[in-house]
């Protein structure tokens, strides 16, 4: 599972910047950072925290610079970009980028000497540790560190302020920095070092990402001076970074104990391929805390918090064929703990406000992650005792009506939506602008309405309430017919995207996958199949599916420019990387072994992207048009889970019931 750049990669600043990697911890925090070692995004950092967690990020240490003095020549292993000029000189010396476990880089200073280092970020703790190893030297030589700090919200910048304490404390080996009041401190540990103070403030890092963007993009960074430590052929040295003092852990006992953990996960998922632990890895990134006893999802990487919709359909995928259970009812629990009104929250907003609910889709999708964990844990119990009767009271607040308009109507399907809100998945809005409104009826929203009835139908059989199973079934056979009555577009083989008093909308989108991708189908093979013919003819690419078909005269290609272009794309034609899950699950429930050897070789093509974007995970988002780039959060949960899903699942079929 080991995954290697070439070096016509590493050794181009454009090529080397466009690759990051990332390391989570558990916690919402991480360090990353770009392969060509110049911080490319606002989001890159050394040591990033999550002040409460998983919320409240911080990009505390930017980037911890390396220079090697050799007989007094002193070389570079950094790079990074301001205006008009690339310093890239680092990536002469880059020899070699793997990833399994950590990220590792090899260092090569011509014959002269061979440094390695390793990046791995603590799980549920605030710590970063970086190893050195030195694999060869022709003679003693020095490594000086340089830490910059930034100390602010991980969505901002900052500049060069007269606020920050040019004061810092060495000792033993540690770097204690507080910069700012009010804001957690930092430490540094380097055994056996010197630290030689030097404070100043380095001006306009400039950020090409969020240039590309159309961000802001240049930053001021502070540095309070440098580390440094002699080192010979075979020393290894570790630095730990915390927030918290560090002089007692030990850096190779840490990392160890990390990798230990790590190699656990491989070992648990039920098919042990490349692809499968390589996904397994990158899904544990997004399991993290949420408050004292729970856990949720982070949506993607590095801006999204958790957001309901995100973390149940990624839950199956994240947590479930990789055999995390209890994860996934603490997570669970998490999100039923927050139902108001029937309906569980959009998303848990970074500075702690209340949670926002402006979701149709977060809650039915709620049910299907509550149906999945029963089938894949067996756990009854939980289920029935502390789930069931909210899964009513949700049936019971859609009955009556909840926020946004959302309501079942007499025709028994589900209406949603209101001038100036976006509900769905599709959820682009800029101001007052919602992109694609979809108010009404929405096929996707429908046909999860008719699998929450029939999976309540299932959970109140287990409970030994007949009358009440027998209920949910006949309302599912109802919202059935009327689905089918509603939503069948006569003659043209696929269906309506959403419905409304005033438009049968009839656009070519991926919505319509989902009544026959889910565990409760509502089509017959016949249009079943029109369906999936149609989403391979005008949606799927070779990493994921359209939002909209290239036919449409909406459909734009390109995901890019400020944000009202990229806004504007999201959902557009833009591709998205998590439709390939009900994609297979619809394809090999319509064709079999001939679906699975299909999907193996699509699979087989797409693996190119694990070496692209974030090393090791899949993308959000990716252009509609050729190459196909991707773009948006470099790492996405669903994008993971669905294909991990789908592949254990589906594809290898490993799950087969007894």
């Excluded at 996960?265 to 990158?282: E, G, V, W, Y």
């Excluded at 990487?301 to 973390?311: E, P």
């Excluded at 109507?409 to 939506?417: C, F, M, N, P, V």
């Excluded at 989902?514 to 999936?532: G, H, K, Q, R, T």
Aim: glycine share 8%; with cysteine; proline share 4%.
């Amino acid at each position: 599972m080991k995954i290697t750049i070439s070096d016509d990669i590493i050794k181009d600043f454009s090529k080397a910047s466009s690759r990051e990697w990332l390391e989570t911890n558990g916690l919402g925090g991480w360090a990353s950072g770009s392969l060509s070692g110049a911080n490319t995004r606002s989001y890159h950092g050394m040591f990033v925290v999550a002040t409460n967690p998983p919320v409240g990020r911080m990009v505390l240490i930017s980037k911890l610079e390396e220079f090697i003095k050799f007989k007094g020549v002193k070389f570079e292993l950094s790079a990074n970009q301001f205006p008009s000029n690339i310093c890239a000189t680092g990536l002469e010396y880059f020899d070699k980028y793997e990833q399994e476990y950590f990220p590792v880089f090899h260092y090569k200073i011509g014959d002269k000497i061979e440094i390695v280092k390793t990046i791995a970020a603590i799980y549920e703790e605030n710590t970063i540790v970086v190893t050195y190893e030195v694999k060869n030297a022709v003679d003693e030589f020095e490594l000086e560190l340089k830490p910059f700090i930034s100390y602010r919200d991980y969505h901002g910048l900052i500049r060069e302020n007269k606020n920050l304490k040019w004061e810092a404390v060495f000792g033993n080996g540690v770097l204690k920095m507080d910069p700012y009041e009010g804001l957690p401190a930092s430490y540094i540990f380097l055994k056996n070092s010197n630290f030689k103070f030097a404070p100043a403030w380095f001006l306009n890092f400039e950020y090409r990402e969020e240039q590309n963007r159309g961000l802001q993009f240049s930053e001021d960074l502070f540095s309070y001076g440098n580390f440094s430590v002699k080192l010979k052929q075979g020393n290894k040295i570790g630095v730990v970074i915390s927030d918290k003092d560090p002089s007692r852990k030990d850096p190779f006992k840490l990392i160890s104990s990390e990798r230990k953990r790590r190699e656990k996960i491989t070992r648990n998922i039920p098919f042990k391929d490349d692809l499968s632990q390589r996904l397994a890895i990158a899904a544990d990134q997004f399991v993290v805390k949420r408050g004292k006893n729970l856990k949720t999802i982070i949506a993607g990487y590095h801006w999204f918090s958790d957001w309901g919709r995100d973390t149940m359909i990624s839950l199956p995928g994240i947590c479930l064929v990789t055999g995390r259970f209890d994860e996934a009812k603490k997570i669970l629990k998490a999100f039923a703990k927050s139902i108001d009104m029937g309906m569980i929250p959009n998303r848990f907003p970074d500075v702690g406000e209340e949670p926002e609910y402006n979701t149709v889709d977060a809650t039915l999708w709620f049910f299907i992650a509550i149906k999945k964990y029963l089938d894949y844990s067996g756990d009854k119990t939980f289920v029935l005792k502390d789930l069931y009767s909210s899964l009513k009271d949700i049936i019971q607040w859609h009955d009556r009506g909840t926020r946004y308009n959302i309501k079942v109507q007499e025709d028994g399907l589900l209406y949603a939506g209101q001038n100036g809100v976006q509900l769905t998945w599709m959820d682009a809005k800029i101001g007052n602008w919602v992109v694609t409104p979809r108010e009404g009826k929405a096929v996707e929203i429908n046909a999860l309405w008719y699998n929450a009835l029939m999976i309540l139908g299932e959970l109140a059989d287990l409970k030994g309430e007949l009358k009440s199973s027998r209920q949910f079934y006949e309302r599912a056979g109802h919202i059935k017919k009327a689905f089918l009555d509603a939503f069948v577009i006569k003659g043209q083989g696929y269906l309506y995207d959403y419905i409304n008093q005033y438009e049968h909308n009839s656009c070519v989108r991926p919505n319509m996958l989902f009544a026959i991708s889910l565990p409760y189908p509502l089509l017959d093979d016949e249009l079943s199949v029109s369906i999936l013919k149609i989403t391979e003819e005008k949606l799927l690419t070779p990493v994921g599916l359209r939002s909209l078909s290239p036919d449409d005269p909406q459909y734009r290609g390109n995901y890019s420019g400020d944000r009202l272009a990229r806004d504007g794309a999201y959902h557009q034609g833009t591709v998205w990387g998590w439709l390939i899950g009900p994609y297979i699950t619809a394809k090999v429930r319509l064709e079999g072994d001939k679906g699975r050897r299909d999907v193996e070789q699509w699979i087989q093509n797409f693996q190119y992207h694990l070496s692209e974007a974030a090393i090791g995970s899949i993308s959000e988002i990716f252009d509609g048009n050729e190459p196909f780039a991707p773009k948006g959060c470099v790492a996405q949960a669903w994008s993971v889970a669905e294909l991990l899903r789908a592949y254990l699942e589906d594809v290898k079929d490993v799950f087969k019931k007894k």
